[in-house]
């Protein structure tokens, strides 16, 4: 039994922004920490040996980096500012399990910087979240998983 509270699906404009207020109090997350967060991390994971070069395609980074401050801000604050396919981004990158763990490990240590304790913690919750789901998918694009897996099967 999961005994840990749930944040509640905002259901109204008026709703999601008190949810945000409710998590920008408890996080010290804001759209400024999370495109700091965003931008710091890119200077470094384009620079790393394992991942660098699958940032190579981006053209704009600018618009790169708005993007991904969005994504996160949904994401992190509920914001309902993205509004794209993460997955579908991912497909036509030749992603392998080393690539998600290493994304983490530099997305953690830039969090760490950048953000409140808090902060840092709701961040690293969702995005081993995301490089789960996103690994799974990149694992079905390989053809190593089937399309679609039924639970106890």
Same mark, same amino acid.
């Given at each position: 039994?999961?005994?840990?509270? *749930?944040?509640? %699906?905002? !259901?109204?404009? !008026?709703?999601?922004? #008190?949810? $945000?207020?409710?998590?920008?109090?408890?996080?010290?997350?804001?759209?400024?920490?999370?495109?700091?967060?965003?931008?710091?991390?890119?200077?470094?994971?384009?620079?790393?040996? $394992?991942?660098?070069?699958? %940032?190579?395609? +981006?053209?704009?980074?600018?618009? /790169?980096? #708005?993007?991904? #401050? &969005?994504?996160? *801000? *949904?994401?992190? =604050?509920?914001?309902? @500012?993205?509004?794209?396919?993460?997955?579908?981004?991912?497909?036509?990158?030749?992603?392998?399990? /080393? /690539?998600?763990?290493?994304?983490?490990?530099? %997305? !953690? &240590? $830039?969090?760490?910087?950048?953000?409140?304790? &808090?902060? &840092?913690?709701?961040?690293?919750?969702?995005?081993?979240?995301?490089? /789960? *789901? =996103?690994?799974?998918?990149?694992? +079905?694009?390989?053809?190593?998983?089937? @399309? @679609?897996?039924?639970?106890?099967?």
């Amino acid at each position: 039994m999961n005994t840990e509270p *749930s944040i509640p %699906f905002p !259901e109204n404009a !008026e709703r999601r922004a #008190a949810i $945000t207020r409710d998590i920008q109090a408890a996080t010290g997350l804001d759209e400024a920490v999370l495109e700091r967060l965003v931008r710091q991390f890119y200077e470094t994971a384009r620079r790393d040996a $394992t991942i660098g070069y699958l %940032f190579d395609g +981006v053209a704009d980074w600018e618009k /790169h980096i #708005a993007k991904i #401050a &969005a994504f996160w *801000s *949904s994401v992190a =604050l509920l914001t309902g @500012r993205y509004h794209g396919q993460p997955l579908a981004a991912h497909y036509p990158l030749p992603l392998e399990p /080393h /690539h998600f763990a290493r994304w983490l490990i530099l %997305f !953690e &240590a $830039t969090a760490r910087q950048v953000c409140s304790p &808090a902060g &840092a913690d709701l961040l690293m919750e969702k995005a081993h979240r995301i490089a /789960h *789901s =996103l690994e799974i998918g990149a694992a +079905v694009v390989r053809g190593e998983l089937p @399309r @679609r897996v039924r639970p106890g099967t």
